[in-house]
């Protein structure tokens, strides 16, 4: 980089000037998340950590938020220290949504953002059944399945 301390001197014959400048390079925010993702899925009940990569002079100040709302306290969110990754512990459906990478600096403010959707995986009630039907009889079975997306039934 080009910041340093520059001086500039003048000298005849009689005698010499000097006047010292110290430059200090600035450069505005750039922050993307992950490897570019726009979207991420996550499954219900499992952790999803969020990567936020950014780059300027001085190192920008990083701040995340949900659905335009600073994430700090919400349930189940962690924030690593240097703010470049986010944690989402145990991920429930109050984890979808939109989130935001604020990074600043002397020089500007840039963000990055992901659109997070959750996935439940398929659940059948009830669970088990033990029918007894007579020799020739009928049954009616029935099954309920949830989950989302919502699962085919087969």
Same mark, same amino acid.
């Given at each position: 980089? %080009?910041?340093?301390?520059?001086?500039?001197?003048?000298?005849?014959?009689?005698?010499?000037?000097?006047?010292?400048?110290?430059?200090?390079?600035?450069? =505005?925010?750039?922050?993307?998340?992950?490897?570019?993702?726009?979207?991420?899925?996550?499954?219900?009940?499992?952790?999803?950590?969020?990567?936020?990569?950014?780059?300027?002079?001085?190192?920008?100040?990083?701040?995340?938020?949900?659905?335009?709302?600073?994430?700090?306290?919400? %349930?189940?969110?962690?924030?690593?220290? &240097?703010?470049?990754?986010?944690l989402l512990t145990r991920v429930g459906?109050?984890?979808?949504?939109?989130?935001?990478?604020?990074?600043?600096?002397?020089?500007?403010?840039a963000q990055a953002e992901v659109q997070?959707?959750?996935?439940?995986?398929?659940?059948?009630?009830?669970?088990?059944? &033990?029918?007894?039907? =007579?020799?020739?009889?009928?049954?009616?079975?029935?099954?309920?399945?949830?989950?989302?997306?919502?699962?085919?039934?087969?």
């Amino acid at each position: 980089m %080009d910041t340093g301390l520059y001086t500039c001197t003048a000298t005849n014959a009689a005698g010499n000037a000097s006047l010292s400048y110290s430059l200090h390079i600035q450069a =505005p925010p750039q922050l993307w998340i992950g490897d570019g993702e726009s979207h991420l899925r996550a499954v219900a009940n499992t952790s999803l950590r969020i990567h936020c990569h950014a780059t300027g002079i001085p190192p920008p100040q990083i701040q995340w938020l949900k659905d335009g709302r600073p994430v700090d306290g919400q %349930d189940g969110v962690v924030v690593s220290e &240097d703010g470049g990754t986010l944690l989402l512990t145990r991920v429930g459906l109050g984890h979808q949504g939109l989130y935001i990478c604020q990074g600043s600096n002397w020089a500007g403010l840039a963000q990055a953002e992901v659109q997070v959707s959750v996935h439940v995986p398929p659940n059948i009630e009830p669970s088990e059944v &033990d029918l007894t039907i =007579p020799e020739n009889g009928s049954a009616s079975l029935e099954c309920l399945a949830s989950g989302l997306p919502a699962p085919s039934e087969s």
